[in-house]
């Protein structure tokens, strides 16, 4: 191809490195709007619906798509998506598997959020959400009606910690023709993947342990074969893409995903098997321990347990004693969110199956860092003596 050789151009002012490409170890971030072809055959081709590749900045630059594909393998999918959050990310699930008059069974111990999006929203476009246990398995069936069009799950779910038996669920679903979709935020890649046990669509929040550093927000979505092409055609048609900066973070968080959530794991566990030893605690709601009513399952299908985990005193303590007892904590950050290296602490009534669970009594969830697990033993030990047992 010839070109006007008389004109300076543009490229030739701002090609500041000589045009020799710099080699670093990790991807560059590449931010965009306009992507250039070499040809205007290219731009034909573009205007057909017929480029192979990307021809805008809104469909994903480079740095999004080494973040997903990244992503794709650890889950063992087809094609991952990513999103500016984890919300986001279950919301166009959602959206791109559902059309007036379906019906969604949602697990009641989803992240609270999901099911505000599906009461009050899709509730709108004539899209029917049924509230099934946090515990279901082979029973799934009772609660199937010919609208079923998709089943979602958390496991174990927020707050509470209950789990579902996911490979009962998936054989059932595959059987009806019913779509899967489960929020695997708390397990991580490393310690479930879904898509192996039949599952069709894994979702994460990357904000919590894939980034791991509780300074993004961000989501992805990991699909199987099957719903592949309807999933990149409703993100295609959404206009959905995530800024480079956090792909780029989100890629650094799953390089060290592996070692951060051993750490997690121990220590979480040292924490745990502490409190079950206190006399103000009733239940340690963690399903790597024995006592956790679906530690079967656990044990079954993970490989590992995360650092997220709940706990019930004995007694239904007042707000005030609550107060004295959080206040009183120096390691733990008060706050919402999860799956950082700093300890959270965040204190709940929760209903479950229309009930109040325990009894109206606080269920306390920490987010175990990595901080040194001793540390955090005696700072709970020191909450512990505000309260009377
Ligand atoms: C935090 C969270 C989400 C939402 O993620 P954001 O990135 O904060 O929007 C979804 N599911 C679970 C289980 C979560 O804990």
Redesign the pocket.
């Known amino acids: 191809m010839k070109k006007n050789s008389e004109i300076v151009s543009w490229d030739e002012y701002t090609r500041i490195h000589g045009g020799k490409q710099i080699k670093t170890i990790n991807p560059s971030i590449q931010s965009g709007s306009t992507v250039l072809f070499e040809s205007y055959e290219d731009l034909v081709l573009a205007r057909s619906d017929k480029y192979p590749g990307v021809t805008y900045g809104t469909g994903g630059l480079s740095t999004q798509k080494d973040f997903e594909s990244a992503l794709c393998k650890l889950e063992n999918g087809h094609s991952s998506f990513a999103f500016s959050?984890?919300?986001?990310?279950?919301i166009n699930t959602l959206m791109t598997l559902t059309k007036s008059g379906d019906e969604i069974l949602l697990c009641d111990n989803?992240?609270g959020?999901?099911a505000r999006f599906c009461d009050s929203v899709l509730d709108r476009y004539n899209i029917k959400t049924t509230h099934i246990p946090s515990n279901v398995g082979a029973n799934i069936s009772e609660y199937v009606s010919s609208d079923t069009k998709l089943i979602f799950l958390?496991s174990p779910?927020?707050n509470t910690f209950e789990m579902q038996d996911i490979r009962a669920i998936s054989k059932f679903a595959q059987q009806r023709n019913i779509t899967t979709v489960i929020?695997n935020?708390?397990a991580t890649p490393i310690f479930l993947r879904p898509l192996d046990l039949g599952i069709d669509i894994s979702?994460?929040?990357?904000?919590?342990y894939i980034c791991g550093y509780s300074d993004m927000?961000?989501?992805c979505v990991t699909v199987n074969e099957k719903y592949s092409k309807q999933y990149h055609d409703f993100y295609h048609s959404m206009e959905k893409y995530t800024n480079p900066q956090d792909c780029y973070l989100a890629l650094r968080g799953l390089r060290t995903l592996n070692v951060r959530l051993r750490t997690h794991e121990k220590s979480a566990l040292k924490v745990a098997r502490w409190l079950q030893s206190k006399t103000v605690v009733d239940i340690v709601l963690h399903p790597a321990l024995d006592s956790h009513p679906q530690h079967h399952l656990w044990k079954r299908d993970y490989s590992g347990s995360a650092g997220l985990f709940g706990f019930v005193f004995k007694k239904a303590y007042s707000e005030d004693d609550m107060a004295l007892f959080v206040n009183a904590l120096n390691m733990f950050g008060i706050g919402?969110?999860?799956?950082g290296f700093k300890s959270l602490i965040t204190v709940g009534k929760y209903k479950r199956e229309g009930k109040v669970k325990y009894q109206g009594r606080h269920i306390v969830r920490l987010n175990i860092g990595l901080e040194d697990p001793d540390d955090l033993i005696k700072d709970l030990e020191c909450g512990f003596n505000y309260l009377n047992d």
């Open positions: 959050s984890g919300l986001s990310a279950i989803v992240y959020p999901t958390e779910g927020s929020d935020t708390w979702i994460h929040s990357a904000t919590k927000l961000m989501g919402f969110s999860w799956g």
